[in-house]
Nanobody
Framework: QVQLVESGGGLVQPGGSLRLSCAAS????????MGWYRQAPGKQRELVAN???????NYADSVEGRFTISRDNVKNSVYLQMNSLTPEDTAVYYC??????????????WGQGTQVTVSS
């Protein structure tokens, strides 16, 4: 089983910045991609950004140019630097990782979520 632990959420004023972190632990063969999703009240969970192993990063149009995703493959961690935050970025942010536990078994794990609130 693969566990994801997030940190870094909180309250920030419009225009401010936050950095989210997520670390994967447990027994697994490899991670194919890590990413961040978010869910605002009354809305569906949506992709914010993801970064496949050895592949190109993907961003939602709404965060392109403001958010930056990065990975540390040695630490099995993913980060989300969020700049120029607006109230529309307020949501619970979830870390996601998918890959293989062993040669034949895949995993798709989620973190517990961290609240990001952008308000003056």
């Amino acid at each position: 089983q693969v566990q994801l632990v997030e940190s870094g959420g909180g309250l920030v004023q419009p225009g401010g910045s936050l950095r989210l972190s997520c670390a994967a632990s447990g027994i697994f063969f490899r991670i194919d991609a890590m990413g961040w999703y978010r869910q605002a009240p009354g809305k569906q969970r949506e992709l914010v950004a993801n970064i496949p192993t050895g592949g190109r990063t993907n961003y939602a149009d709404s965060v392109e140019g403001r958010f930056t995703i990065s990975r540390d493959n040695v630490k099995n961690s993913v980060y989300l630097q969020m700049n120029s935050l607006t109230p529309e970025d307020t949501a619970v942010y979830y870390c996601n990782a998918r890959g293989y536990i062993d040669y034949g078994r895949r995993f798709n794990s989620w973190g517990q979520g961290t609240q990001v609130t952008v308000s003056s």
